[in-house]
């Protein structure tokens, strides 16, 4: 099993400020990789796939990067909206597995 | 756009058989595009992948959950089903229908998770 681990649990950023939320792999997955975004009482929406592809209808202010073991989710510019908690997924290999996600709170 | 509806259970008793329905809603469940998951989110807690199931009839499952688990798939009805047996009260949960591509072209006409169920495992 692919073990995905999530950096930092939590982080606070102030609006309109960066954001880099971190995730590793314990083995290889190639690119990959997804990003999901939760906020309370909603199910989860696909933001970034294949480690660094926009899904459709995600603001530019989202992007991806990575490969092989350490991806990167930043958020450019953070609005109102952001503050949420995202998943990390690796899809390369069965069992699915997922990060134990960061929670992005207001500073 | 493709859309994704779990049906609703509610109340599940200890020891008896969780049943839940995804309905495919604009598009077919018999696509090889997609693979049909199954996730659960307990009360407070993260994500955890349940299972798959490929329109071939090929599945994969959590291996903490495989003895007690079946996904199967209805062409005929364009749903995909999940069956948990002897459930306790650690199975209480949101349970997502969802998907993922099966290969990369696809990805960007992806349907969005269900809405949810939640689950309650009580007598």
């Known amino acids: 099993e692919t073990v995905m681990t999530q950096s930092p649990d939590t982080l606070s950023v102030s609006p309109g400020e960066r954001a880099t939320l971190s995730c590793r792999a314990g083995q290889n997955i190639r690119s990959n990789l997804a990003w999901y975004k939760q906020k309370p009482g909603q199910a989860p929406r696909l933001l970034i796939y294949d480690a660094s592809t926009r899904a459709t209808g995600i603001p530019a202010r989202f992007s991806g990067s990575g490969s092989g073991t350490d991806f990167t989710l930043t958020i450019s510019s953070l609005q109102s909206e952001d503050f949420a908690v995202y998943y990390c997924q690796q899809y390369n290999n069965w069992p699915i597995t997922f990060g134990q996600g960061t929670r992005l709170e207001i500073k | 756009q493709v859309q994704l509806q779990e049906s609703a259970p509610g109340l599940v008793k200890p020891s008896e058989t969780l049943s839940l329905t995804c309905t495919v809603s604009g598009g077919s469940v018999s696509t090889n595009s997609y693979y049909w998951d199954w996730i659960r989110q307990p009360p407070g807690k993260g994500l955890e992948w349940i299972g798959s199931i490929y329109y071939s009839g090929s599945t994969y499952y959590n291996s903490s959950l495989q003895s007690r688990l079946t996904i199967s798939v209805d062409p005929s009805k364009n749903q995909f089903s999940l069956k948990l047996s002897s459930v306790t009260a650690a199975d209480t949960a949101v349970y997502y229908c969802?998907?993922?591509?099966?290969?990369?072209?696809?990805?960007?006409?992806?349907?969005?998770w269900g809405q949810g169920t939640l689950v309650t495992v009580s007598s």
């Open positions: 969802g998907s993922h591509a099966a290969y990369d072209s696809v990805w960007s006409s992806s349907p969005d």
